[in-house]
């Protein structure tokens, strides 16, 4: 049996092992820094979006009270011509 075909040369398959091995190492700090800059732009998205929860609130809390403001008003003014209906009414 004539194993000389079976052959390869040790040189290239060093040289392919290596830059097989440098790409499985460049491939996994590529993974890495990836999942940082992933947690990053979690946590800078949890600050803003509660920056905006909280600005919204105000907004709401803001509108709400003038609403409650408006109402008073209205009622008040519904109150007085409900008084000068009244006293129409008693004068006729």
């Known amino acids: 049996m004539d194993l000389s075909r079976f052959r ?3 040189g290239p398959l060093v040289a ?4 097989v091995g ?6 996994g700090q590529l993974v890495s820094r ?10 800078l998205e949890a600050r803003a ?3 905006r929860i909280s600005e919204r609130t ?4 803001q509108r709400a009270s003038v609403y ?6 209205i009622l008040d003014a519904l ?4 008084a000068k209906l009244d006293g129409k009414a008693d004068k006729q």
Request: charged residues 35%; without cysteine.
């Open 22 to 27: 440098i790409m499985v190492f460049s491939a």
């Open 34 to 43: 990836l999942e940082l800059m992933d947690r990053r732009v979690a946590i």
């Open 68 to 73: 409650d403001r408006d109402r008073a008003e």
């Open 58 to 61: 105000a907004m709401l809390e």
């Open 16 to 19: 392919d092992l290596g830059v």
């Open 79 to 82: 109150h007085r011509i409900e």
């Open 49 to 51: 979006s509660s920056d």
């Open 8 to 10: 390869v040369p040790l």
